[in-house]
């Protein structure tokens, strides 16, 4: 059974850092892609950044380019997503999740392309 445990949120202030973390176990994750949303109050659930775990390739939306960083302990079976510059607008849960079986070529920015996910972890971001 693949497990997801996320860890790192909190409360910042506009500006702030967090490095969000995900460890993952259960499986073998050689050839997949870890991937990172957001949900706010009331919107859907986004997509904010992707790495394959074979190649370290990585992948972002728009609108963290530049502030966030995805990467990757292949030994540890974990995931950071490093924030920096956070804004209001960043705030909400947080979720990792896994692609097990990931093309080295392509970014999965669907939730729908994930097989596992995390429970979620709370970033807030004061103005």
């Known amino acids: 059974q693949v497990q997801l445990v996320e860890s790192g949120g909190g409360l910042v202030q506009a500006g702030g850092s967090l490095r969000l973390s995900c460890a993952a176990s259960g499986r073998t994750f050689s050839r997949a892609a870890m991937g990172w949303f957001r949900q706010a109050p009331g919107k859907e659930r986004e997509f904010v950044a992707v790495?394959?775990?074979?190649?370290?390739?990585?992948y972002y939306t728009d609108s963290v380019k530049g502030r966030f960083t995805i990467s990757g302990d292949n030994a540890k079976n974990t995931a950071y997503l490093q924030m920096s510059g956070l804004k209001p607008e960043d705030t909400a849960v947080y979720y990792c999740?896994?692609?097990?079986?990931?093309?080295?070529?392509?970014?999965?920015?669907?939730?729908?392309?994930?097989?596992?996910w995390g429970q979620g972890t709370q970033v807030t971001v004061s103005s």
């Open positions: 999740a896994v692609r097990l079986s990931a093309s080295r070529s392509y970014y999965y920015a669907g939730p729908t392309s994930y097989d596992y």
């Open positions: 790495i394959n775990w074979s190649n370290s390739n990585t």
